[in-house]
């Protein structure tokens, strides 16, 4: 038996696989993009056959290719995907409908309006810990049993991208506990069981995978698997998590008292805590937060929540803006990103007066408003693409630095912050973000990702590491960012402009909303 390991993560446009050594070096690191449909206004889906379980078969075979790593030497798989999607699935694990995608899709918005007043606003922040909100796992789960009653009365299982995943290399349906007691409230108990009583409104009980510890061997790669993968049949394979999970855990998340930030598609954090944190609502109108859940880590918890915009943002930005440097990219070499990053850094800190809401898909975290519009304010002839490429980077540092604030309001005050993602590549935005929250920020090595931390999440499965503690001290400081006192001073008196654009056009924005999708 050798001593490697293997993560593979699914993302939004990408996924990505690493092979380790015992040493917990890169050996083999491959990447496979795909594309997200967006079949509908507010609708956004992958196809779980092609997408999930497609680039699973095709990162495993080339990790091992280029590796040339026999697959018996092998130890252990991780695999994390997108967290708080969902797909039904037959008794033989195929898919009955394109996946959706998490809290980017917002078709059921009637179901969350439906199940507040069913329950009661009350009743829903016990249940939910939160306002209902396109995030909500459950709620679409209900969307397919109200709009595709065929669908729902063939589906076997309710997964998301990860349980989906594990099921195919092993047959067994499972999600890691975090991730089932938080994406999926109220369906599953404290104690990680199927709460039978809260699944007479959305789904059958046994329609729902088994919760199980991240790092938990639940099975080994079956035949048909092994054929698909090339991975060997009767390799271990752990539970596995989310994307964000995973990445933070790779990046350093494993103690109280760290807060960390994920800038991919989404701006998703976490912040770790070792007491559980009740669900907060801003007097000052800085929005809300969902309250804290068991998280991965053993005998801790966490505050955790995404935007539906980062990524997302700067490439619509890149797609409708710098449309010649991405056509000539590929004869070029010259990545039509580097060439943003370079323009935002020539323009001064406040992008000249201009200032944009990120809300191009609606929202989620702080606001819980799927109906909420992006927003460029202060637009004049001296604006150029430079000015709206630096303030859509601003946006999303404003809505990290709108968390920090939630934080500071219930007493917390984070001794670390920690950031991982595609983004962090953009050593402007990153100091942009550094410098609007005032704090010291570390930026772990590029292979620091999703994958790095399924294959170390593999590694405590395995028994490579004895738990967490272990895990932390083999990995890498990285490098870390120091704030600029005066743009930082500039970001806090301009944030009250950022957050009032959102509370006073609310009305207007439901209004251009409600229009647009009917």
């Not at 030497?73 to 959706?100: K, N, Q």
């Not at 709620?139 to 349980?163: A, C, H, M, Q």
């Not at 801790?300 to 915009?309: E, I, P, R, Y």
Request: charged share 20%; aromatic share 10%; hydrophobic share 35%.
């Amino acid at each position: 038996m050798g001593r490697y390991l293997i993560g593979i993560d699914i993302g939004t446009y990408e996924s990505r696989g690493m092979l380790l050594d015992s040493n917990y070096h890169v050996v083999s690191d491959c990447s496979v993009k795909h594309s997200m449909s967006n079949p509908k206004p507010g609708f956004f889906e992958h196809d779980a056959e092609d997408i999930w379980g497609g680039d699973f078969c095709k990162i495993a075979k080339s990790l091992l290719s280029e590796s040339h790593v026999a697959p018996e030497d092998v130890e252990c798989v991780g695999a994390s995907a997108l967290g708080t999607d969902c797909v039904p699935v037959d008794h033989s694990c195929t898919p009955l409908r394109p996946a959706i995608l998490y809290g980017i899709d917002a078709r059921a918005t009637e179901e969350a309006r439906w199940l507040t007043e069913y329950y009661g606003e009350s009743e829903v922040n016990r249940l939910f810990g939160h306002k209902i909100n396109s995030g909500d796992t459950a709620t679409k789960i209900l969307w397919i049993k109200n709009n595709e009653p065929e669908v729902y009365d063939r589906t076997y299982k309710f997964l998301t991208g990860s349980s989906f995943i594990t099921a195919k290399l092993t047959g067994q349906y499972v999600i890691d506990q975090a991730l089932a007691k938080g994406s999926f409230r109220p369906l599953y108990n404290a104690d990680g069981t199927v709460n039978e009583a809260q699944c007479e409104v959305f789904c059958r009980p046994n329609q729902l995978a088994e919760s199980r510890v991240s790092t938990d061997i639940v099975g080994t790669v079956t035949k048909a698997a092994s054929i698909a993968t090339g991975l060997a049949q009767g390799t271990p394979v752990v539970t596995g998590t989310g994307d964000s999970t995973s990445e933070a855990i790779s990046a350093g998340l494993v103690e109280a008292g760290t807060v960390f930030f994920q800038y991919g598609s989404s701006m998703f954090y976490y912040y770790c805590t070792d007491k559980f944190i009740d669900a907060y609502t801003s007097p000052s109108g800085n929005g809300s937060l969902k309250g804290g859940k068991d998280f991965t880590i053993p005998g801790t918890f966490c505050l955790g929540d995404g935007t539906n915009a980062a990524g997302t943002l700067t490439r619509w930005v890149r797609d409708t803006f710098y449309k010649s440097e991405l056509l000539t990219e590929a004869t070029t070499g010259e990545n039509a990103y580097t060439v943003m990053s370079e323009e935002a850094s020539e323009v001064p800190v406040g992008a000249d007066g201009l200032i944009m809401l990120p809300y191009i898909y609606g929202e989620r975290s702080p606001l819980q408003d799927s109906e909420a519009l992006g927003m460029i304010f202060g637009l004049t002839g001296g604006h150029d693409r430079r000015h709206i490429n630096r303030a859509a980077l601003e946006s999303v540092a404003y809505s990290t630095y709108q968390h920090m604030r939630l934080f500071s309001e219930i007493g917390l005050e984070p001794e670390r912050v920690i950031t991982a993602g595609g983004g962090t590549k953009n050593i402007t935005w990153m100091q942009i973000v550094c410098d609007m929250l005032g704090k010291p920020l570390q930026i772990p090595e590029d292979f620091q990702c999703s994958a790095y931390g399924d294959a170390m999440i593999a590694a405590i499965g395995s028994g490579q590491l004895a738990g967490f503690s272990a895990l932390r001290r083999v990995l890498p400081t990285g490098r870390v960012l120091v704030p600029n006192s005066e743009n930082h001073q500039y970001y806090a008196q301009h944030y009250p402009i950022f957050r009032d654009l959102y509370l006073n056009n609310r009305s207007a924005m439901y209004t251009l909303s409600r229009e647009n999708h009917k």
